[in-house]
Nanobody
Framework: VQLQASGGGLLQAGGSLRLSCAFS??????????MGWFRQAPGKEREFVAF????????RYADSVKGRFTISRNRDKKEVYLQMNNLKPEDSAVYSC??????????????????WGPGTLVTVSS
């Protein structure tokens, strides 16, 4: 499996950005994987942002982004998205997408994800 995130950039607080993650390279279909977004700011631990289950019917968010971020997926394009609104300086980080076949309860943790893509940098200025 290969994952490639894109869409990062530099913007001012209050702005919006949509990240995309393209999935490729596995004999199993995209629909067999739950997909997650994690982020890591300089000097900080990697943290969970959001995940969406295999069929797209359920998702969860970190409290820090709830109500501002929306995760979605497109089965035909084999992509997952993270729409980020009302961005804050504390949202600045490298955002990475990941794929998992773990159970729902495990998807909040990075250890549940078996495939990771290189991240995309989001910088939010005040």
């Amino acid at each position: 499996v290969q994952l490639q995130a894109s869409g990062g950039g530099l913007l001012q607080a209050g702005g919006s950005l949509r990240l995309s993650c393209a999935f490729s390279g596995d004999s199993f279909s995209f629909s067999n994987y739950a997909m997650g977004w994690f982020r890591q700011a300089p000097g900080k631990e990697r943290e969970f942002v959001a995940f969406i289950v295999r069929n797209g019917g359920n998702s969860r968010y970190a409290d820090s982004v709830k109500g501002r971020f929306t995760i979605s997926r497109n089965r035909d394009k084999k992509e997952v998205y993270l729409q980020m609104n009302n961005l804050k300086p504390e949202d600045s980080a490298v955002y990475s997408c990941a794929a998992s076949r773990s159970v729902f309860s495990a998807l909040f943790t990075a250890d549940a994800y078996m495939y990771w893509g290189p991240g995309t940098l989001v910088t939010v200025s005040s």
